[in-house]
Each structure stands twice: as C-alpha cells, then as structure tokens.
C-alpha cells in the first residue's frame, strides 16, 4: 500500500511561483512513476506532469510545458512540483499519484492505483 501526501499548496498573484511537495510511504514493484493531476471546479481531472521514479525521465501536458517542472529525491521518495508563471488557469486541487504507465499513456488516470488526497492552488489575476 502506497501512501501519498501533498503539500505546499496556496495561494499567488499571477505570475507568481509555488513548489509543491508529494511524499511517498514507499513504492512497490506496482510502481514506476509519480504523477501530478489537477482538477478545476466544474472541470474534469487532468494530467500535469510526470517523473519515472527509475530513471527521473518526465513528460509534461502542453499546457504547463516550459513554465512547470516535476523532479524527484529518490532516497528520500518524494517528488516535486515547481510551478512558475502561473496563470489564473493554473486554479485547481492538486494530486500526486503513483502507478505503472509506460509509453505514452501516463495520462490515464486508472493506470494510477494511489492518489493523494489534494492541495488547492489559487492564483488571482
């Protein structure tokens, strides 16, 4: 059983940055990557970024390339949001999530067997 727990969430003026923070309790041979998701009111949940906990190899959505970046600590089993320009877009709970996805289907949410619980970003124009 995998645990996850965000933080680091709040909120920023446009333009502005926030780093979010994913811990993981540990990972399992069901487990070859961390992902970010985000889901706005209204609005279904979508993909953000991806890191492949094996070799740090990432994939990002067209949305948040260039302005976002997803790193990881092995060692220390947590993974990293760094969100710069932010837009009022951006606006939406957060998730981390862990599952095994390979090629290009890492946005397939029910590849993912954990999820953490959220932290709202809010970003005012």
């Known amino acids: 059983q995998v645990q996850l727990r965000e933080s680091g969430g709040g909120s920023v003026q446009a333009g502005g940055s926030l780093r979010l923070s994913c811990a993981a309790s540990?990972?399992?041979?069901?487990?070859?990557?961390i992902a970010w998701f985000r889901q706005a009111p209204g609005s279904e949940r979508e993909e953000v970024a991806v890191i492949y906990i094996g070799d740090g190899s990432t994939d990002y959505a067209d949305s948040v390339k260039v302005r976002f970046t997803i790193s990881q600590d092995k060692a220390k089993k947590m993974v990293y949001l760094q969100m710069n320009s932010l837009k009022s877009d951006d606006t939406a709970m957060y998730y981390c999530a862990a599952g095994w996805t390979y090629g290009g289907n890492w946005n397939r949410q029910g590849e993912y067997n954990y999820w953490g619980q959220g932290t709202q970003v809010t970003v005012s124009s």
């Open positions: 540990t990972y399992t041979i069901s487990t070859n990557c």
